[in-house]
């Protein structure tokens, strides 16, 4: 079957939004799998694209595709004082597939995953894959070839008499021993590069933690499934080789859990570290970081790191479900300073119990430690099947009636006065800067 598959993703930097263009690793996955089965691919990358409705009509027109895969990677920009929905933007490229074909569209990618249900009703299609592409995909598009029943294909939802069922079982999340590498060669990773981003990967996937507001375990599943070492190390290796990669980031929610395994792929890569080089970054916990393992770290050519932090407090940290505390914020920074290794740090306010005292207590924790990069993140994104909805409907914040499509945000106190508090900081620490807000003189 002729498949086109397009990357809705169009998000670019700014002065208000210091994001950097994010390669569609998860669609060039999904155009591996489905060559790999047999399908014809055409691959669509809007980010860069000047005129987007204009490509997208041109390749529709020379390719004929029977189905089109649209990937949606954010709902929006999860920023209190800029959301920047990019639902929007996926309704109109629906629109103008449906105004210049008759293929079928299916909608995917992480953002779809965290409320598949909802998107599909909000952009009238039929068909959409909550979770991993690269094994429902392939079995969706057998189905619709030969007719087969698809109900029961993992992740699945589907519109049957005006009514959206789904996802169609509990979603598989296969183990990830030999599994496809991302097409890469469909990305321009030049061009994302030379927009500031980096070439992506993963070591593992699967989140067990029980953070109230994180969406990765209805992406990715609870349960942790590493790809061996050296699997990930060959990856690096082809990066470099084939790529001309130099800079990469593991895209790992958590690269250092488990610790052994991530220490095996920093062994791993420091072993090959005469062979080639690409400098990478990575998120870590910080309940899971020692000087020993900093060291490797150093080794293996990491040379940032980003810690979502979250709170310097320890009430707040168990209110937001965070499986560690203050004393393992303090240690791991103290490590990361020892060991010379670059960081940043994200903290988050307004979550349940929230408080002028919680908020000055983080604030007044980062500059004792000196911390010279901080991003402060103002509410927490409300996204359905999370805890902090759940609290929120408990507290009446949202009820049935309630769309959380559009972005809707817990906070508990107002956000103006959070950004009262923050703002004497701002203007001592140069490197702190509140998400998608100018900084006063900017």
């Known amino acids: 079957m002729k498949v086109l598959l397009i990357s809705s993703n169009q998000l670019k930097p700014s002065a208000t939004l210091p994001w950097v263009p994010v390669e569609p690793l998860g669609m060039a996955y999904v155009a591996s799998a489905l060559r790999a089965s047999g399908h014809e691919i055409e691959f669509l990358d809007l980010c860069f694209s ?4 204009k490509d997208l009509r041109a390749v529709i027109g ?12 954010n709902i929006d ?3 209190y004082f800029n959301p920047v929905s990019f639902i929007d933007d996926l309704k109109a490229i629906v629109e103008v597939c449906r105004g210049c074909t008759s293929a079928r569209i299916v909608l995917g990618g992480s953002g779809f995953s965290v409320m598949p249900r909802e998107l599909l009703r909000f952009t009238g299609l039929d068909l959409g894959i909550a979770g991993e592409g690269e094994w429902s995909f392939p079995a969706l598009l057998e189905g619709l070839e030969r007719g087969l029943d698809y109900s029961g294909i993992s992740g699945v939802v589907s519109r049957v008499d005006g009514d959206i069922r789904g996802p169609a079982s509990a979603r598989d999340f296969p183990p990830l021993l030999g599994h496809v590498r991302p097409e890469r060669d469909r990305i321009d990773g030049k061009r994302y590069r030379a ?5 992506s990967l993963q070591t593992k996937r699967g989140c067990p933690f029980a953070c109230i507001y994180c969406t990765y375990p209805l992406v990715e599943g609870a349960a942790i499934r590493c790809r061996p070492a050296d699997e990930v190390a060959d990856e690096f290796r082809e990066l470099s080789e084939r ?5 990469a980031y593991i895209v790992d929610n958590q690269f250092n859990y488990p610790l052994e395994h991530a220490q095996e792929v920093c062994e791993r890569l420091a072993r090959d570290r005469g062979d080639y080089k690409v400098w990478w970054s990575c998120m870590l916990n910080p309940a899971y970081v020692t000087e020993e393992f900093a060291i ?13 932090i979250e709170s310097v407090s320890d009430r707040m940290l168990e209110r937001l479900g965070k499986n560690f505390r203050v004393r393992d914020v303090r240690r791991t920074i103290e490590v990361l300073k020892k060991c010379r290794l670059g960081f940043n740090t994200w903290v988050l306010f307004g979550g349940p119990g929230e408080s002028e005292e919680t908020i000055r207590e983080t604030l007044d ?5 000196e911390v010279a990069d901080v991003l402060i993140g103002i509410g927490l994104r409300i996204c359905p099947g999370t805890r902090i909805e759940r609290i929120a409907r408990g507290e009446g914040i949202i009820n049935e009636r309630t769309d959380l499509v559009k972005p809707v945000f817990y906070v508990s106190m107002d956000a103006h006065e959070i950004v009262k508090l923050v703002a004497p900081y701002l203007e001592r620490h140069p490197g702190w800067r509140i998400a998608a807000l100018k900084r006063p003189g900017d």
């Open 296 to 308: 490797l770290l150093r080794l293996a050519r990491c040379v940032m790191v980003d810690l979502s």
């Open 365 to 369: 924790a980062l500059v004792e430690m």
């Open 195 to 199: 927009a500031g981003g980096a070439a």
């Open 62 to 73: 020379v390719f004929q595709p029977a189905c089109i895969g649209i990937s949606l990677r």
């Open 50 to 53: 000047p005129h987007w409705e």
């Open 77 to 79: 920009l999860m920023a």
């Open 243 to 247: 790529y001309g990669v130099n800079e």
